[in-house]
């Protein structure tokens, strides 16, 4: 999770009550965090971290951070890239892996205690950001630097560390007066607090729900892997019968078999009101607050709207291209959910069912449009996809295209027994290793995402070894039966190794430029071109095989798959555009201060003309892309940026004849995962397509235009 942090020096001072130098020794001797991670292969000690542990070890972290930047700034020497740029590269590495180990642990087990912790550091870290980035002295250096970039005899890489964090300075506010860099903080220190509230009444949200099923009434419809799973979720809740939680994995498919149209009101309605109900956990004047301080950071850095300010750093440049970008999608996407949803109407009145088609009834329809049409049922399906197998065939198609092995390694402490580790090997040697947490769980946060223990460098020559995470919410099968896997899982596990690929493949020198440290709207290129080999037919015939009976998928079944591809697609890009296009004209509102959030949501989806019984797929309550930190505010379209690069990028595959041809592979390996952000990605994406991107191939891939 690639998120941003900042306030100023004063307020930084005020927070740091115990600093480096007056932390009692023994708090120092007896925090784990604070020593030599003896362990293997360096991993955090989670084994003995406990989370009183954090708010000591951050005082001395952060103050030792300080002192190394005002070690920089202050250098007696004028100013080179090696005493400045380099130094400030290598700066605050104790402070980094604790915050990079805290972030980690805020998203995948957070329990109360930690949640408290994370509300009291969100400003806290806010201060120590500002204070790094509002830093006078050392913005001096950069920018001295700067000016004669072109005179320096800088590596290609070195002149791009120049250009970022100089940018990365200047978009912080460094050149601003005294008085706005103050008030810049004091607003950025607020968003930290804010941003935080907002994603833990979410998760608060999705932990408190609960849809109980108690006989076989409240069953109907539900196949046996449903069935199973909302088992398993009652028992890990100590709940008797059967339990619908909001674990994506689990709420989706009840959606999509349960034949009681009340529950399935209920299941939607829970999950669509996340973050909406009155009281202590309604996130509307959070997000009301949010957008005001958003834009009155723009203004006082010199921009029309947050969204020109977001941007700008990015591969789309305006908010006019991202918009017009999603248009291009929206107009025949929501022609096609019309012709879906007259499908859906049909079946409705063959099925006995109401007219008035509802949002908990469109998945419900369209699985029974499916299964007429294609004869294709998740309960056909998913015996083919366990959990396991499905991991393997990941591995595999790193493994061909790149060149990587994986091997398993147990007995090593992890943060909870969910959580597994392998080592990654790459010509010999060992490049990263990476960790997967697939199970949902209470107070795991929603949805799937990949971050990091330990970043990629070269500082110092000796290549520093990623530690990558990906963390998943399948539901849980009982216990000693296999996980099973939908269509839409297997996707969302190879998007996420995707991006988990673009932290252990990295390989630069500075570690603000390795990985996923990229732009926006290029951070998703690794993630969703990956996808394209979740179905690959070689793939799948070699991995995909039922769990009971050990047989290979059936090419029958493939082929009614492949047919069933497009399926669906107006609704899917419909829900998504719109939580995208919402995101947009948020972040462009001339005055939010006085904004109704629900009223918007109304009056924009109005607007665009979204058809009636769809919803957005983020609802803007708990939008969490866009409110629960800056990293998607205003950049939601990202997704569908980085698909017109991935339909593209993947047609050089196709254009070779071989989804697996070498020379293609290699370019990709090269110019996308490799090389994180060592170079401006439009030119690295022309030097991996040989030519600009074209938007064609993303429409055809969708559905929305014929090939």
């Not at 029958?556 to 995101?583: H, I, P």
Request: glycine share 6%; charged share 25%; aromatic share 10%.
């Amino acid at each position: 999770m690639i998120g941003e942090t900042g306030i100023g020096n004063s307020v930084y001072n005020a927070f740091v009550i115990t600093s480096a130098h007056n932390l009692a020794m023994s708090d120092t001797i007896h925090n784990p965090l604070l020593q030599p991670w003896d362990t293997p292969y360096g991993l955090p000690p989670f084994d003995r971290v406990k989370p009183e542990h954090f708010i000591p070890a951050f005082d001395v972290a952060l103050a030792e951070h300080r002192r190394e930047i005002d070690a920089i700034g202050a250098h007696p020497d004028a100013p080179t890239f090696g005493n400045t740029l380099a130094a400030f590269d290598a700066s605050g590495r104790r402070f980094k892996r604790i915050a990079l180990l805290f972030d980690n642990l805020t998203g995948s087990v957070n329990p109360p205690p930690l949640q408290a912790v994370q509300l009291t550091m969100a400003p806290r870290l806010a201060a120590h950001s500002n204070a790094i980035y509002l830093h006078q002295a050392l913005f001096a250096r950069i920018d001295a630097l700067y000016k004669q970039r072109a005179k320096l005899a800088l590596t290609a890489e070195e002149f791009r560390l120049l250009e970022v964090v100089h940018q990365d300075f200047v978009r912080a506010g460094a050149r601003l007066p005294e008085t706005d860099r103050a008030r810049l903080a004091a607003i950025k220190e607020r968003l930290a607090e804010l941003t935080t509230r907002f994603d833990q009444n979410v998760l608060g949200d999705e932990t408190s729900f609960q849809l109980v099923l108690s006989g076989e009434e409240e069953l109907a419809g539900l196949p046996d892997f449903v069935r199973d799973a909302a088992r398993s979720a009652a028992q890990e809740r100590g709940v008797e019968g059967w339990l619908i939680t909001l674990s994506r994995s689990l709420v989706m498919p009840f959606l999509a078999y349960s034949s009681r149209r009340d529950l399935r009101k209920a299941a939607f309605e829970g999950w669509s009101r996340r973050g909406e109900h009155p009281g202590e956990r309604d996130n509307a004047p959070l997000a009301r607050e949010i957008l005001v301080l958003r834009k009155e950071l723009a203004t006082l850095l010199g921009y029309a709207s947050y969204a020109d300010f977001s941007i700008e750093a990015n591969m789309a440049g305006t908010p006019q291209a991202a918009a017009d970008l999603m248009r291009q999608a929206w107009e025949p996407a929501k022609q096609k959910a019309r012709d879906e949803a007259a499908e859906l109407a049909a079946m409705a009145a063959r099925l006995g069912e109401p007219a008035d088609i509802q949002p908990w009834d469109w998945q419900y329809l369209a699985e029974k449009v499916r299964l007429e049409r294609y004869d294709l049922d998740d309960s056909e399906i998913k015996p083919y996809f366990s959990l396991e197998r499905m991991i393997d065939a990941m591995f595999d198609a790193a493994g061909r295209l790149f060149g990587v092995s994986f091997t398993e390694k147990t007995g090593v402490p992890l943060y909870h027994p969910d959580a597994r580790l392998w080592e990654v090997h790459r010509d010999g040697r060992l490049i990263a290793l990476f960790i997967g947490d697939n199970f949902a769980r209470a107070n795991k946060s929603g949805g799937a995402w990949m971050s990091l223990f330990r970043e990629q460098s070269r500082l110092g020559g000796e290549r520093v070894v990623p530690i990558v995470v990906n963390n998943n919410n399948l539901a849980r099968a009982p216990e000693g039966q296999p996980t099973l896997m939908s269509a839409d899982d297997v996707r969302t596990l190879f998007h996420e190794f995707g991006h988990g690929l673009h932290g252990m493949l990295s390989d630069v020198t500075f570690e603000q430029l390795s990985g996923p440290n990229v732009l926006r709207d290029f951070v998703e290129l690794p993630s969703q071109i990956f996808e394209n080999w979740a179905f690959n037919r070689d793939l799948l015939k070699k991995h995909a095989r039922h769990v009971k009976t050990g047989e290979p998928i059936p090419d029958a079944l493939l082929d009614r798959m492949e047919a069933a591809r497009r399926f669906n697609q107006g609704f899917e890009t419909v829900e998504y555009l719109a939580s995208g296009l919402l995101d947009l004209a948020l972040h462009q509102h001339p005055d939010p201060s006085g904004l109704d959030l629900a009223a918007f949501e109304r009056e924009e989806l109005a607007r665009i003309g979204m058809p009636p019984a769809i919803t957005p797929r983020h609802r803007l309550p708990h939008f969490r892309h866009v409110f629960s930190g800056p990293y998607y505010a205003a950049g939601y379209y990202v997704y569908l940026w980085a698909q017109v690069l991935d339909a593209d990028g993947y047609a050089a595959f196709e254009e070779a004849g071989d989804p697996f041809d070498a020379e293609t592979a290699e370019r990709l390996y090269r110019f996308i995962y490799r090389i994180g952000n060592s170079q401006d990605p439009a030119l690295a994406y022309r030097a991996f397509r040989g030519r600009d991107p074209q938007v064609r191939p993303m429409l055809i891939a969708r559905g929305l235009i014929e090939a």
